[in-house]
């Protein structure tokens, strides 16, 4: 396979040649070895002359003067072009020789890259990239002479290989700048049940763990779109992530990664830095791949077919390009190991000072054992011996537990009140893992990747480029069942299986399972579901589609490169699965024959099962247009220091949401129960009532940027060999929020060659998006701890330790939009060092060590304070004589006084609902630093090497509490409320649940002839679970974790039928290691490990 433009270079050296406006380089010589009929010529532009082949650079013209007649002594030899990636050396090169360089110096342009000058590049570059202006990361400035301003992280296609990546997900996971991967088929926290989240084949970008919408990614340097799905991030607000996994792994050919904050360079919303994703193009031949993978010991199977074909045409004016990729996989569930086949994590803690707390059994408390309230709001009896509570509660429960009030067949029994599913009881709860294969991470998918490019160079020195991609993909997941939550159903008394229910039914047929002597009519009682799961797991079938297509020219003109494009990009998804509607449960329910439907124990058929199930769909859209035009000379004008570079710009985008929610969701279709008559807006059991979304905003922004030299090496000044400044800001109007405007301001300071200090300032903003100020108000139901009602127990004796409460259960917040939120303003700092030792010799091989600290504060975050803190703060006033006026409760049962008898505090009644708003939180500061390593050996005898180390240590994450959640912590710490309370939201946050303090991830390659083999290494340090607390507050530790993957790569000789073939082996996972245990549903914390056991991979590639 050949590269578009093959630049040539002889054993003598590169000969450079004026051309019009242009620079020449030829040589009858191409990478790795003649050119088959010469070195092809290539017109840019249209500008060639005859006899002279090769590729011409863009180059202004007073640098064309410099190079008239310039000789160029010393060589560089095809091993050193071989390595070169031209796409910016070339241009090193140019630029070398005209402030007066030498060969050699042009050579060790050629040999480091673009962009080395300042960051470390993971290793020798791949290919060769086709000679268009350079344009670094960080800069709008193309061809600028000043670079490494900025701290870049640059992943190119070897550093890929040796993570072993499956996805893009897999791939960012590896990445220690890289936060949480909180935005993952359904998030960390078991959302995947619901389809308020994002599932299926998703996995969003979170660099530095300032959440997902902090992140800017580009495509080839130009935006993409969101995902539609939203999901509610660790702030408990509907956020929008860009899917990662829309990103073909094997067809990048780098991963550029800002980091820094890029606001008044790429736009007010890159708070947290920005991605750049160049796939591979401008080839000219092919290749093809196929691999295979199975995770050991469990059904974990995955496929992929990836190709590229690309082809020069019209005497290598044009290029067009296509990559393909299809990849599937078989997922894992939670049948594959044995520690994943249960929610139960008391085991995992035995013999720690944890053992025994009641948050350790995660199983959930609704399963097919419910709890129920009779009609009569009163004690039921038989035969004059109460068989309920005193409020008519009862649960229903196998035998064979001893508590017994009634029998009612069968092997069940009734038991009074609710289920004590902390206590001798506790078995009663479900354990969906172990009844069914839960699908976990990675979900079973199928994906299918399309990339077209085009470019084609014009006669008049304009050249257009085009984009064109497709990506879709389907996931089918396992999913728990569905479980009443805030969902109130009533069993009417003509029920089949009513113990309490009619005497004899309206068709004259005596009731058989009513109990005898019963203090009842005989018209019975209802029965109302409060604690119940449907014995049928929830089937997910998610489809997700996503598309771009981009057009655009460019040129070089009157001494300025200038470029413009169209964008239009769409992302669309449809999560549909089998609900429960009520209307028809309750019809079932109100049947008098045997295939009514049975809550009581029993096991229903699948003909009564599919009665009550009905399609529910999801669909969301996303839209992205835009249009942009820039221009940029790197010599606006000279100073004493040397040429001023300068960009200026504009772009208009315009974005739009539709989140089309299901029609017993959005309240189209709604439920009205036919025993009380009251109304539900939603129609599905176990849902929360959702409306649906649009809206839409046009951001239309100009920037500017300058880069100055202050100071050259020409100038002599001692200490300072280089002194350069970056100065940008952009301008934004949203429609939605006005104007704004943010600058941005770097400064590099090159001591000596090979040792540079830089700084950077800059502020960012970003606008609420389009849900979060939506004027409706959303119901979520979450697992929240009444701590009240363990104060209760604590103080009368029932529990010995405040961990053993288990009054968690599902708790609705009642979130409201907020058309009065402010945008979220930040202020990043950086600065930093980079060593290249260009003083060691040649033998010593090249190394590039980089140390850079950050800063970023955020205010004015989006947030709500959460139905759990609104429950503590009802127990502080409760403590205190009082209440909170956000928690809706119902009166207190006479079970509820008995529990407070003799504590002094007012008797607490069930949670109904917890009111709630988004707000604009207080300040948040990140702060941590940046380690980064490199080392490529020279050619040995032993082959060459290449080392890379990157680490991130963040110092602090810490979000300033705001004034109620202070209230909460002083409470806490004055004894108002015990120790053990867990209070989220606020205070110090580093290495709680994430963001540990310690990530590194580590490579090592090596290349000898036709083999060449690999190994990686990510490692995150300690965290905390918060889920999980002693007597004293203290925390869960979850352990250090390391992971490492091996490979090994041999490629067939230029001869025979083996020809550009090449087989590679691998294994990710070597040591088989579990993920650190924690006190979660899937024992590990999602967002940082993953569940995948030690994974075994082969792939054949062939070139042609």
């Given amino acids: 396979m050949q590269t578009r433009g093959t630049a040539c270079a002889n054993r003598r050296g590169i000969g450079v040649f004026p051309d019009s406006r242009r620079t020449r380089v030829c040589s009858n010589q191409g990478v790795g070895g003649p050119v088959p009929g010469g070195c092809p010529c290539r017109r840019i532009h249209g500008h060639t002359r005859p006899g002279r082949c090769g590729r011409v650079l863009v180059a202004p013209s007073d640098t064309r003067k410099k190079l008239q007649g310039f000789p160029l002594p010393g060589a560089i030899s095809v091993k050193t072009s071989r390595h070169a990636q031209l796409m910016g050396s070339i241009h090193a090169v140019v630029a070398a020789m005209a402030f007066g360089t030498t060969a050699a110096a042009a050579a060790q342009a050629l040999e480091s890259g673009a962009g080395d000058d300042g960051d470390r590049q993971h290793g020798p570059k791949q290919g060769v990239a086709s000679l268009e202006a350079v344009n670094v990361v960080g800069s709008q400035i193309k061809r600028a002479a000043a670079n490494g301003l900025l701290p870049v992280a640059s992943v190119d296609a070897a550093a890929i290989e040796a993570t072993g990546a499956v996805s893009g997900g897999?791939?960012?996971?590896?990445?220690?700048?890289?936060?949480?991967?909180?935005?993952?088929?359904?998030?960390?926290?078991?959302?995947?049940?619901?389809?308020?989240?994002?599932?299926?084949?998703?996995?969003?970008?979170?660099?530095?763990?300032?959440?997902?919408?902090?992140?800017?990614?580009?495509?080839?340097?130009?935006?993409?779109?969101?995902?539609?799905?939203?999901?509610?991030?660790?702030?408990?607000?509907?956020?929008?992530?860009?899917?990662?996994?829309?990103?073909?792994?094997?067809?990048?050919?780098?991963?550029?990664?800002?980091?820094?904050?890029?606001?008044?360079?790429?736009?007010?919303?890159?708070?947290?830095?920005?991605?750049?994703?160049?796939?591979?193009?401008?080839?000219?031949?092919?290749?093809?791949?196929?691999?295979?993978?199975?995770?050991?010991?469990?059904?974990?199977?995955?496929?992929?077919?990836?190709?590229?074909v690309g082809r020069n045409f019209d005497d290598y004016r044009g290029n067009v390009t296509l990559s393909f990729s299809h990849s599937r996989s078989s997922g894992l569930d939670s049948w594959d190991q044995d520690w994943t086949r249960t929610f139960d994590r008391r085991s995992d803690f035995a013999g720690t000072r944890f053992e025994g707390a009641a948050a350790l059994d995660q199983r959930p408390v609704y399963s097919r054992w419910g709890n129920f309230t009779a009609a009569t709001g009163a004690a039921i009896r038989q035969d004059g011996v109460a068989i309920t509570n005193a409020a008519g509660v009862f649960?229903?429960?196998?035998?064979?537990?001893?508590?017994?009030?009634?029998?009612?067949?069968?092997?069940?029994?009734?038991?009074?009140?609710?289920?004590?599913?902390?206590?001798?009881?506790?078995?009663?709860?479900?354990?969906?893992?172990?009844?069914?294969?839960?699908?976990?991470?990675?979900?079973?998918?199928?994906?299918?990747?399309?990339?077209?490019?085009?470019?084609?160079?014009?006669?008049?020195?304009?050249?257009?480029?085009?984009?064109?991609?497709?990506?879709?993909?389907?996931?089918?997941?396992?999913?728990?069942?569905?479980?009443?939550?805030?969902?109130?159903?009533?069993?009417?008394?003509?029920?089949?299986?009513?113990?309490?229910?009619?005497?004899?039914?309206?068709?004259?047929?005596?009731?058989?399972?009513?109990?005898?002597?019963?203090?009842?009519?005989?018209?019975?009682?209802?029965?109302?579901?409060?604690s119940y799961r449907i014995d049928r797991p929830t089937y997910v079938k998610v489809e997700s589609e996503q598309a771009r297509v981009l057009a655009g020219v460019k040129g070089f003109h009157y001494g300025y490169d200038w470029e413009s494009a169209l964008l239009y990009t769409y992302a669309w998804a449809q999560d549909c699965f089998n609900a429960v509607s009520m209307t028809r449960l309750q019809e079932s329910l109100a049947r008098s024959t045997p295939d009514a439907f049975n809550p009581f124990g029993g096991i229903n058929s699948e003909q009564t099962l599919d009665a009550i199930t009905v399609d529910s769909c999801r669909r969301a859209k996303n839209t992205l247009y835009s249009w942009d035009i820039k221009a940029s000379r790197p010599d606006l004008f000279?100073?004493?220091?040397?040429?001023?570079?300068?960009?200026?710009?504009?772009?208009?985008?315009?974005?739009?949401?539709?989140?089309?929610?299901?029609?017993?969701?959005?309240?189209?279709?709604?439920?009205?129960?036919?025993?009380?008559?009251?109304?539900?807006?939603?129609?599905?059991?176990?849902?929360?009532?959702?409306?649906?979304?649009?809206?839409?905003?046009?951001?239309?922004?100009?920037?500017?940027?300058?880069?100055?030299?202050?100071?050259?090496?020409?100038?002599?000044?001692?200490?300072?060999?280089?002194?350069?400044?970056?100065?940008?800001?952009?301008?934004?109007?949203?429609?939605?929020?006005?104007?704004?405007i943010k600058p941005k301001v770097a400064l590099g300071w090159e001591l000596v060659d090979g040792l540079r200090l830089r700084a950077s300032y800059s502020e960012g903003f970003r606008a609420p998006n389009l849900e979060q100020m939506a004027a409706v108000v959303l119901e979520r139901a979450n697992t929240r701890t009444d701590y009240i009602q363990c104060e209760a127990e604590l103080e009368t004796g029932a529990?010995?330790?405040?961990?053993?409460?288990?009054?968690?259960?599902?708790?609705?917040?009642?979130?409201?939009?907020?058309?009065?939120?402010?945008?979220?303003?930040?202020?990043?700092?950086?600065?930093?060092?980079?060593?290249?030792?260009?003083?060691?010799?040649?033998?010593?091989?090249?190394?590039?060590?980089?140390?850079?600290?950050?800063?970023?504060?955020?205010?004015?975050?989006?947030?709500?304070?959460?139905?759990?803190?609104?429950?503590?703060?009802?127990?502080?006033?409760?403590?205190?004589?009082?209440?909170?006026?956000?928690?809706?409760?119902?009166?207190?049962?006479?079970?509820?006084?008995?529990?407070?008898?003799?504590?002094?505090?007012e008797p607490a009644g069930e949670v109904l609902y917890v009111n709630d708003r988004y707000v604009n939180l207080q300040p948040q500061t990140v702060r941590g630093v940046d380690l980064a390593f490199s080392w490529t050996s020279p050619q040995t005898r032993l082959g060459t090497f290449r080392l890379d180390l990157d680490g991130t240590h963040l110092i602090e994450f810490y979000r300033e509490p705001s004034p109620d959640i202070q209230v909460l912590l002083d409470a806490r710490a004055a004894g108002v409320i015990n120790p053990a309370?867990?209070?989220?939201?606020?205070?110090?946050?580093?290495?709680?649940?994430?963001?540990?303090?310690?990530?590194?991830?580590?490579?090592?390659?090596?290349?000898?002839?036709?083999?060449?083999?690999?190994?990686?290494?990510?490692?995150?340090?300690?965290?905390?679970?918060?889920?999980?607390?002693?007597?004293?507050?203290?925390?869960?530790?979850?352990?250090?974790?390391?992971?490492?993957?091996?490979?090994?790569?041999?490629?067939?000789?230029?001869?025979?039928?083996?020809?550009?073939?090449?087989?590679?082996?691998?294994?990710?996972?070597?040591a088989d290691k579990r993920p650190p245990v924690a006190a979660t549903l899937s024992g590990y914390v999602n967002g940082v490990y993953s569940a995948v056991p030690r994974y075994f991979y082969a792939a054949v590639t062939k070139k042609f």
């Fill in 638 to 740: 000279s100073t004493w220091a040397g040429d001023v570079g300068f960009a200026v710009g504009t772009e208009v985008r315009h974005e739009t949401h539709d989140d089309d929610r299901d029609a017993r969701v959005d309240g189209t279709l709604s439920f009205t129960d036919s025993v009380t008559g009251a109304t539900d807006p939603v129609d599905l059991y176990g849902d929360s009532p959702t409306p649906d979304s649009s809206g839409s905003r046009t951001v239309s922004s100009v920037f500017a940027e300058f880069q100055v030299p202050l100071v050259s090496a020409e100038m002599g000044v001692p200490l300072v060999r280089s002194l350069d400044l970056q100065l940008a800001g952009r301008m934004e109007h949203y429609s939605d929020f006005g104007t704004v």
């Fill in 395 to 530: 649960h229903v429960m196998p035998d064979s537990y001893g508590t017994c009030t009634a029998a009612v067949g069968e092997g069940l029994c009734l038991g009074a009140g609710n289920k004590l599913t902390g206590g001798s009881e506790r078995d009663l709860r479900a354990d969906p893992p172990n009844d069914y294969p839960v699908t976990l991470n990675p979900t079973e998918y199928q994906r299918n990747n399309l990339f077209l490019t085009g470019k084609y160079d014009f006669d008049n020195g304009v050249s257009a480029f085009g984009e064109a991609g497709y990506y879709r993909s389907g996931s089918h997941a396992v999913r728990q069942a569905v479980y009443s939550l805030s969902s109130k159903v009533w069993v009417p008394a003509s029920n089949y299986w009513n113990p309490f229910g009619q005497a004899v039914f309206d068709d004259g047929t005596v009731n058989p399972n009513r109990l005898p002597g019963l203090d009842l009519s005989d018209d019975g009682a209802a029965v109302r579901i409060d």
């Fill in 170 to 308: 897999d791939l960012f996971g590896f990445i220690p700048q890289m936060g949480d991967v909180s935005f993952a088929n359904g998030g960390s926290t078991g959302g995947a049940n619901s389809s308020n989240h994002a599932r299926g084949d998703v996995s969003g970008i979170d660099l530095r763990g300032l959440g997902v919408g902090s992140t800017l990614l580009l495509i080839n340097g130009r935006r993409t779109v969101t995902h539609p799905m939203s999901q509610s991030d660790d702030q408990l607000v509907p956020v929008f992530a860009y899917n990662a996994n829309t990103l073909p792994v094997n067809q990048l050919r780098k991963l550029d990664i800002l980091l820094d904050g890029a606001a008044a360079t790429y736009g007010s919303d890159a708070v947290a830095g920005v991605v750049n994703a160049v796939l591979k193009d401008d080839l000219d031949g092919g290749e093809v791949t196929a691999r295979y993978g199975v995770g050991e010991g469990t059904g974990l199977r995955d496929f992929s077919l990836d190709g590229l």
């Fill in 799 to 905: 529990i010995s330790s405040f961990s053993n409460c288990s009054h968690s259960g599902s708790t609705t917040g009642r979130r409201a939009g907020n058309r009065d939120l402010q945008p979220e303003e930040s202020k990043n700092h950086s600065a930093g060092v980079v060593f290249q030792p260009r003083f060691l010799p040649e033998s010593w091989g090249r190394m590039s060590f980089s140390l850079d600290y950050f800063k970023y504060d955020q205010t004015g975050l989006i947030g709500v304070f959460g139905e759990g803190n609104g429950l503590i703060l009802d127990y502080v006033m409760r403590m205190q004589g009082g209440s909170n006026p956000n928690v809706v409760r119902a009166d207190p049962t006479a079970e509820d006084v008995a529990r407070f008898a003799g504590t002094g505090l």
């Fill in 981 to 1070: 309370t867990i209070i989220s939201g606020g205070g110090d946050l580093l290495a709680i649940n994430g963001n540990p303090e310690w990530k590194w991830s580590g490579s090592l390659l090596w290349n000898l002839r036709n083999l060449s083999a690999g190994a990686s290494v990510r490692y995150v340090g300690n965290l905390y679970n918060d889920s999980v607390a002693d007597d004293s507050g203290g925390y869960w530790e979850v352990d250090s974790h390391s992971v490492t993957n091996l490979f090994a790569r041999y490629d067939f000789g230029a001869d025979g039928w083996l020809s550009g073939t090449s087989v590679k082996l691998g294994v990710n996972n070597l």
